[in-house]
Structures are given as structure tokens and as C-alpha cells.
């Protein structure tokens, strides 16, 4: 998704253009012509922002992140202990094998389709946010208040 189509994609959640604007203090035209770039306009990045917490997702960071070459990943709400630590190693271990298996595959006949990519592209990005959730947990569970992650 570009960030335009989450611009767009959080106005449609958030009830359309006119409800959005209002909220934003524009008129639906305003708003409209912002999100569309007339005459020069833009949204402003602190609207975009606003946008993207009253919709409840995170469209426009995981298409800035993408178009950075990267991954948005949300960090985990966290009253964890070390079962949530293990639940993480045990997705991990999986999605590691998942990997494992389909590079096995796809590599079999010496050439990468589109298909594949995307599936080993999809696999690699599940295994680097559960790195990040992991990680994230551990902090919480294990590093004093000035060592954890805010």
C-alpha cells in the first residue's frame, strides 16, 4: 500500500472525507484537496498522523516504513513473564522452519518467481517482528526502569 492509499484507507475508516475533515477542521473539499495534492495543497504530517490514531491503524507508518525499505512493527503491550518469552521462541522456531522449508522449495530449480518472493518476503518480514516482539519482552520483563523500552 502507498501512502496515499493509507491516507485514503484511514479517512474510510475513520467515516469519509467529510466526518475526517471535520474532525481535522476542514471542510470535506479542504481536506479532499490536501489529500489529493490540488493546486499545490498538502496534508500536513501531524494531520496524517492524527488520521492514523483515530482510524486505529497503522497504514501510514507500515508505508513509510516500506518505502524506506522496512518494516513498521508494533511493539507488544506487555505484563509479560517468561511464558510470554517462550511463546515468542516457539513462534520463532516455527517461522524459522517455515522459512527453511519453503527456501528448500523455492530454490529447488534454481530460479526465485514473483510468487515465491513474496511468500519468502512475508516469511523473513513475520520472523523480524517476532525478533522485535521478543526482544521488546524481554526488556520488559528483565532490564530495570531506566533500561526499558518506552
Known sequence: ?????????MIRLIGGMS????????????????????K????PEDDILELQILSG??????AFAADSGGVFIRLPEV???NEDLL??????????GDLSRAHHEFTSDGEIDK???KVLDGLTDKIQRTL????????QVYCSKEGKMT
Not at 500500500?1 to 491516507?7: K, P, Q, V
Not at 466526518?19 to 490540488?38: E, P, Q, W
Not at 491503524?57 to 507500515?62: C, L, N
Open 132 to 139: 522485535i516482539e521478543l526482544m521488546s519482552i524481554t526488556y
Open 1 to 9: 500500500m502507498t501512502r496515499h492509499e493509507a491516507i485514503l484507507q
Open 57 to 62: 491503524q497503522p497504514f501510514y507508518a507500515e
Open 40 to 43: 499545490g495543497q498538502q496534508l
Open 19 to 38: 466526518k475526517a475533515g471535520g474532525i481535522l477542521g476542514y471542510t470535506r473539499d479542504a481536506l479532499s484537496n490536501r489529500v489529493y495534492g490540488r
Open 87 to 96: 511463546v515468542k521462541f516457539q513462534q520463532l522456531y516455527a517461522s524459522l
Open 115 to 117: 510468487k515465491e518472493k
Open 79 to 81: 505484563v509479560g513473564d
